[in-house]
């Protein structure tokens, strides 16, 4: 189990450890763009200034603008995601809670779920289950960006996301105990299924996604899962 004792002491110490590996300097637009992933000028916010944005300023976005921006290292960086992409974490996530939800194993949210991973760190994944045992007490916390790992990840790729980047998030996952990442790709038509930053295998859409040990007993038909990109 993973109290929050626990997870606030690995967030603490994972904080450490990644704000000690990026001492580089940010001297320009550039420099905070690859730090970033070398993601599109377009998706960072300026006001706040990069470096100096809070949870509080993701959660008053998303109020006044219903506007999603995820908050790394300071920098407020808008989540890229259109039509084809949601109608795949929809059904995602749909075929995720319809088989956890009858044996009361955990919860399921969706691409507007923000969650602390660590310090300065909210992320907002397309989807992602987190075990009951994630929560103490087994209470959905009442914060509107909760402290938590959850045992899966699923980030549906779109054009904006850059190769770095996710593998930013992957590092960010796992570091604070994320057990599973899946990567879904609309326009590839795979998934790939990570067991760690760059632990993965590559399923084409005649494959059947299983969750491991993650999500026992769990399969999804990739060639129905993308039939709904189809009319």
């Known amino acids: 189990m993973t109290g929050i004792t626990g997870l606030e002491e690995r967030a603490r110490m994972t904080t450490l450890v990644l704000e000690s590996t990026s001492t580089e300097a940010t001297e320009s637009l550039g420099d905070l763009l690859r730090r970033l992933g070398d993601i599109s000028p377009d998706r960072v916010r300026m006001h706040p200034a990069p470096g100096t944005a809070t949870e509080a300023d993701v959660i008053a976005i998303e109020g006044k603008e219903n506007r999603l921006f ?78 938590l790992a959850p045992d899966l990840v699923v980030e549906v790729l779109s054009e904006s996301n850059t190769k770095k980047e996710m593998a930013k998030k992957r590092d960010e996952y796992f570091s604070v ?18 067991t760690g930053p760059e632990a993965y295998t590559v399923l084409d859409a005649e494959r059947i996604l299983d969750g491991g040990t993650v ?4 399969t999804l038909s990739l060639r129905e899962l993308f039939a709904e990109l189809d009319g």
């Open 70 to 147: 995820e908050l790394v290292d300071g920098v407020l960086v808008e989540k890229g995601m259109g039509f084809r992409e949601s109608i795949l974490a929809v059904a995602v996530s749909r075929a995720i809670g319809n088989w956890a939800a009858p044996q009361k194993l955990g919860i399921v949210t969706g691409a507007d779920g923000m969650m602390k991973l660590f310090g300065r760190q909210v992320r907002i994944p397309d989807v992602a289950y987190a075990s009951w045992d994630r929560f103490p007490g087994r209470r959905v916390p009442k914060e509107p960006i909760p402290l």
């Open 177 to 194: 105990g994320v057990r599973l990442v899946w990567e879904v790709d609309p326009e590839a038509r795979t998934v790939a299924v990570y």
């Open 215 to 218: 999500l026992p007993g769990f």
